[in-house]
């Protein structure tokens, strides 16, 4: 802001690809994790953890191939505290620029009891590790995992452990949630102040949402001396999430004149990059979502429009377009043309190539001739579909026809692709999904069970077209599909398909510790 002259710089540390790709559910094929860690670097963000590379095969092609093309980030992978995790995190993210290490280990008695180590065993662990990794990289990241819930004596200790030994950054993560804003800013206080070498590195603050206190948390350290924030987009993350991007960047936006911090993130691509991350991941954001939720800039209330109306600061204290946010809602329809279509995505944030625009034109052409009317939440929903209904997976519907009604039995007639090979199966159930599902499963057998089957409309109309989500467990493992199409059943049946190409990733990975 203009009034202040010197601000500090407050790292923004995205491990959407990491932590928020470990909540239940959200998995992300190749493609997408590229394509979010290229919009992650465009937006500006500090250091993207690109994932987790000894947890599978994926995992280290994902972080290998982020790491050959980020233009300006810096590229971190996670590992736990042995030789072998380090190694292949190196091997990972030795392409990038700018690379980082990431190694973090349970120094809470609770995380302690895991690996059964005294606190001198588990302080000559620190030290070996982060020195291993020090000497393979020069920008390493050390985290005490559940640091809100060690000893502070201890902490102190293993801290300046891995200060020593050449960590750059330290991270001190809430592992579960559980601090409040005056006692985590305490913490970073007396840190900084108490362990030898604190001056030298970087603080960082790892929060999460358990308690509904992530962002207030975040902020709280970052007033207390610690320069970077480790967040995710949307909150995403395990159990109630994690710190969300958005907010944190938005909160010391809006209300820099208390919190005199700055960023180098360009806010007017939070929207653009909400939306994808909701759409890969499966997880839609709620609609009273601070900054992105759907009705974060609604006004319902007489006296909310009549001042809206008359003075729009009157109840904003942001405006839309600061977050991407495009202000008006164009309908278009069968006789709109390319350049309306490219205008138009290009204002929710996607910017096609010539060969990506002629596909979902043919999309948007077929939709048309189905839909009088196409709104931004129709478009919106057509670009998840062109991102979902890739080329490359394994399970591909072909065509699907169902006898339904009231005179039984319901039938469907369902044609599938099974890693190139054509199949056909007819089955019956109760009722048109179920027997579409049966069928599916005919083809695909699976142990997986369905745990959520919801239905909700994009637009409104008879004509609107129908989002279906499938959440799905197999062993602990769990999935979730999406699709939208006018035909309820049609987009039932690709969001189950949808589901089951995640859970062949899913069955590949490993399930790493938590931070």
């Given amino acids: 802001m203009k009034h202040i002259k010197k601000q500090d710089n ?21 493609a997408e994790k590229l394509e979010i860690a290229e919009l992650l670097d465009e937006m500006g963000v500090d250091i ?14 994902a972080v290998s191939e982020i790491s ?56 000559d662990v620190i030290h070996d590790t982060v020195t291993h990794a020090r000497n393979l990289c020069d920008n390493v990241q050390w985290s005490p995992m559940d640091a809100t819930r060690t000893e502070l004596d201890y902490l102190y200790r293993v801290v300046e452990i ?16 559980y601090t409040a804003p005056r006692e985590c800013a305490n913490l970073i206080d007396a840190l900084i102040k108490n362990v030898p070498g604190a001056d030298a590195v970087t603080f960082a603050t790892h929060c999460h949402n358990d308690l509904g206190m992530a962002t207030a948390n975040a902020l709280a350290a970052v007033e207390a001396g610690a320069r970077q924030i480790e967040c995710t987009i949307n909150g995403l993350g395990e159990r109630a999430g994690n710190t969300a991007l958005e907010e944190v960047v938005m909160a010391l936006r809006v209300r820099n004149d208390i919190m005199p911090f700055q960023t180098s993130i360009d806010s007017t691509k939070l929207m653009n990059i909400s939306r994808r991350v909701a759409t890969v991941s499966g997880f839609q954001v709620q609609y009273n979502k601070a900054i992105v939720g759907k009705n974060a800039f609604a006004h319902e209330s007489g006296i909310h429009q009549d001042g809206m109306l008359k003075n729009a600061e009157t109840f904003e204290i942001m405006r839309p377009e600061d977050i991407g946010l495009a202000e008006t809602n164009l309908v278009l329809g069968k006789h709109s043309g390319r350049a309306a279509l ?81 199949s056909f199966i007819e089955a019956s159930g109760d009722g048109p999904v179920d027997s579409v599902f049966k069928a599916v499963k005919t083809l695909f057998p699976h142990q997986a069970k369905l745990q959520l ?10 004509d609107a077209q129908a989002t279906v989500t499938v959440r799905m467990e197999e062993n602990g493992k769990i999935v979730v599909g999406q699709s939208s199409d006018t035909d309820t059943v049609v987009a039932s049946a690709k969001a189950y398909v949808n589901a089951l190409n995640k859970l062949l990733v899913r069955r590949q990975k490993k399930a790493p510790e938590v931070i």
């Fill in 68 to 123: 050959k093309r980020a233009k300006s980030s810096v590229i971190c992978g996670l590992s736990r505290a042995n030789f072998r995790d380090i190694d292949r995190c190196w091997e990972a993210v030795q392409h990038a620029l700018k690379p980082r290490i990431h190694t973090f280990i349970g120094t809470s008695p609770l995380h302690r009891q895991i690996p059964n180590l005294s606190k001198d065993e588990m302080a």
């Fill in 10 to 30: 407050v790292l923004i540390f995205d491990t959407t690809l990491r932590d928020g790709e470990q909540s239940p559910g959200a998995t992300m094929s190749h």
């Fill in 453 to 462: 089957y919801q239905v909700h409309a994009v637009t409104e109309g008879t």
């Fill in 342 to 422: 490219r205008a138009r995505l290009k204002d929710l944030g996607f910017d096609l190539g010539d060969n990506q625009l002629k596909d979902v034109f043919v999309r948007f052409k077929d939709l048309a001739d189905r839909k009088k009317e196409i709104y931004d939440d129709d478009l919106l929903a057509l670009m998840h579909n062109s991102s979902s209904d890739a080329e490359h997976d394994s399970l591909q519907m072909k065509s699907l026809k169902v006898v339904c009604g009231t005179d039984g039995p319901q039938t469907a007639e369902l044609k599938m692709s099974i890693d190139g090979v054509e």
């Fill in 162 to 177: 891995a200060i020593k030994a050449g960590a750059t950054t330290i991270n001190i993560p809430d592992t579960v949630g």
């Fill in 48 to 61: 993207i953890e690109a994932g987790f590379p000894i947890a599978s095969e994926g995992d280290f092609q």
